[in-house]
C-alpha cells in the first residue's frame, strides 16, 4: 500500500496547491483541445490564488535572504501567470484584458531585472511581452504606444 503525500509548508496553504494543481490540468486540457477561450475563467482564477498568496515574514534578521528569495520567485510565478492570462486574452482579440495582464507582467519583470533580484535572463519574456503589447495596441489603434513599447523593445535588445 502507498504512503499518502503530504504537503508541508509554513506559508503556503496546501489546499492552494492542490487547487492550482487541478485549475493547471484543466487549462492543459481546454487548451489542448483548442479552447482558448473556455480557459480563460480558469487562468484568471490561478491568477486571483497566487496574487492572494502571502508570504510567512521572518522574525527579526533571520532567514531575511530566504524570505527575499522566495519573494521573488513567487513574483515571477505571479508574472508567469499574468502573461499566460494575457496570451489567451490575446489570441481570442481581448486587447484590453491582454494589455492590463501583460502590464502587470511587464512591471513585475521590470523591477525584478531592475534590482537585480533574479537568477536568470528575463529578456525572452519582455521581449515576448513587449511585441505582443506592440501588436495589442496596434490593434486597438493605440498608435503612440505601440511607439512607446518598440523603443522599449529597441532598448532591451
Not at 491568477?47 to 498568496?53: A, K, R
Not at 533574479?118 to 505582443?132: E, F, M, N, S
Request: net charge neutral; aromatic share 6%; with cysteine.
Amino acid at each position: 500500500m502507498p504512503t499518502p503525500q503530504q504537503l508541508h509548508s509554513s506559508s503556503i496553504n496546501p489546499a492552494n496547491l492542490v487547487e492550482l494543481q487541478v485549475l493547471t490540468q484543466v487549462v492543459a486540457q481546454l487548451q489542448s483541445n483548442e479552447d482558448i477561450r473556455g480557459s480563460i475563467p480558469y487562468l484568471a482564477k490561478i491568477v486571483q490564488i497566487l496574487e492572494n498568496q502571502k508570504l510567512e515574514k521572518p522574525k527579526g534578521d533571520q532567514d531575511k535572504l530566504g524570505y527575499y528569495k522566495q519573494y521573488n520567485q513567487l513574483r515571477l510565478v505571479q508574472a508567469d501567470a499574468h502573461a499566460q492570462l494575457a496570451e489567451a486574452y490575446f489570441k481570442t482579440q481581448q486587447f484590453i484584458s491582454c494589455e492590463s495582464s501583460l502590464l502587470k507582467s511587464v512591471k513585475i519583470w521590470e523591477k525584478l531585472v531592475q534590482h537585480g533580484n533574479v537568477t536568470g535572463d528575463l529578456r525572452p519574456q519582455l521581449t515576448q511581452a513587449y511585441i505582443q503589447l506592440q501588436e495589442s495596441y496596434e490593434a486597438m489603434g493605440k498608435a503612440q504606444l505601440a511607439q512607446h513599447i518598440e523603443n522599449k523593445l529597441a532598448r532591451l535588445l
